[in-house]
């Protein structure tokens, strides 16, 4: 192979086991459009990192290949990954070349040719489903629905396997309503296999204190399992189709 394109990283998790199926190598690119209130990786914001290319990234991963059997793979995350998708065109054709299955951890926030053909790579995606109305969209995340729901129907088109993923964020969409609103933004996607519902927590806060950024939710308190309960009931109750964790 010859020396091409180079990504901006800023980390790697080489056994993660919550961003797709089975043991994956997790790539977190750096850089991302939007400033959602409740991000737990604000130092991922700025297209700040080390440059790998695409053949010294294959190499890392092929170590990682024999734990991975049968159903992990590698999972671009970030940060917002698309943002280098001429990059992730290189890297996906190496990875396919060694049938290495594909997650993308995306917000859906950016579409164009180059992302279409990033999509078409991808065995798997996680789709981040911020808030469930324009409004709350561009508040709380400083970002688009529309454009989320966009990229989704590029997914249902590409018949690609889909997991939703929201953050509950208290007193900003964790009531039964809001679950409510969220369920009928996806219930005619065939393409979707899961939704997870994950609770707010404060485990990077600290990453605020440290690179000086405000931190809007400074004051709230993590999520209990015991208030993500009915809000998980009710989301399997109107989505009977669709896995819910």
């Known amino acids: 192979m010859t020396k091409g394109k180079t990504g ?4 790697f998790e080489s ?5 797709g199926d ?3 190598f997790e790539i977190f690119f750096a850089g991302c459009p939007l400033r959602c209130v409740c991000c737990h990786n604000p130092e991922m914001w700025e297209q700040k990192g080390q440059a790998y290319t695409s053949t010294h990234l294959l190499k890392m991963i092929k170590r990682y290949q024999p734990y991975f059997q049968q159903r ?3 999972t671009w995350s970030g940060g ?5 998708a001429e990059f992730l065109l290189e890297l996906g054709q190496h990875l396919k070349q060694e049938h290495i299955h594909i997650a993308l951890d995306t917000s859906g926030c950016i579409t164009n040719d180059r992302v279409e053909k990033v999509l078409d790579l991808c065995d798997l995606v996680l789709l981040d489903l911020k808030q469930n109305t324009e409004e709350k ?3 709380y995340a400083k970002g688009s629905l529309a454009q989320t729901i966009k990229f989704l129907n590029f997914c249902q088109q590409k018949k690609k396997k889909v997991w939703i993923r929201t953050v509950i964020i208290p007193h900003i969409n964790d009531t039964l309503k809001d679950i409510r609103a969220f369920a009928n933004l996806v219930k005619e ?4 296999e899961q939704y997870d519902l994950l609770p707010f927590h404060t485990m990077g806060f600290s990453k605020y204190e440290t690179y000086h950024i405000p931190n809007p939710l400074q004051e709230e308190k993590d999520l209990s399992i015991e208030a993500m309960e009915p809000l998980k009931q009710e989301l399997k109750t109107l989505l009977p ?4 964790e």
């Open 72 to 74: 992990g793979g590698v």
């Open 15 to 19: 056994f993660a086991t919550l961003d």
């Open 8 to 11: 901006i990283i800023n980390s």
């Open 137 to 139: 969209y561009r508040q």
């Open 80 to 84: 917002e990954p698309l943002l280098q």
């Open 22 to 24: 089975g043991i994956r």
């Open 189 to 192: 996607y065939s393409c979707i």
């Open 241 to 244: 189709n669709i896995k819910v």
